[in-house]
């Protein structure tokens, strides 16, 4: 069972910065399939962003402003999001596919708010 505490979010005025973290459970966290989602107020969830070792992908609605990172040491990813804007404002969960990966993501965390003012 892989346990997924995210923590960072908050209020922040447009064109600002913050910076996620997702702490996981397990011995081998390196080798997860880590994404990051969120969920808007009457909108469903939708995907942000994901990274598999090395290879990342984002949604087209973050590109460029959005980063994700992992430190393996400390099990943890990060979503580094610059340039916030209030269409950013939502819940966002970290989710983990772990071995054997089968491109579905089997974790969630509990999610943590994002609230941009424009």
């Known amino acids: 069972q892989v346990q997924l505490v995210e923590s960072g979010g908050g209020l922040v005025q447009a064109g600002g910065s913050l910076r996620l973290s997702c702490a996981a459970s397990?011995?081998?966290?390196?080798?997860?399939?880590m994404g990051w989602f969120r969920q808007a107020p009457g909108k469903e969830r939708e995907f942000v962003a994901a990274?598999?070792?090395?290879?990342?992908n984002y949604a087209d609605s973050v590109k460029g402003r959005f980063t994700i990172s992992r430190d393996n040491a400390k099990n943890t990813v990060y979503l580094q999001m610059n340039s916030l804007k209030p269409e950013d404002t939502a819940v966002y969960y970290c989710?983990?596919?772990?071995?054997?990966?089968?491109?579905?993501?089997?974790?969630w965390g509990q999610g943590t708010q994002v609230t941009v003012s424009s």
């Open positions: 990274i598999w070792w090395s290879s990342t």
């Open positions: 989710a983990a596919d772990a071995p054997p990966i089968d491109f579905e993501y089997a974790y």
């Open positions: 397990g011995p081998t966290f390196s080798r997860y399939r």
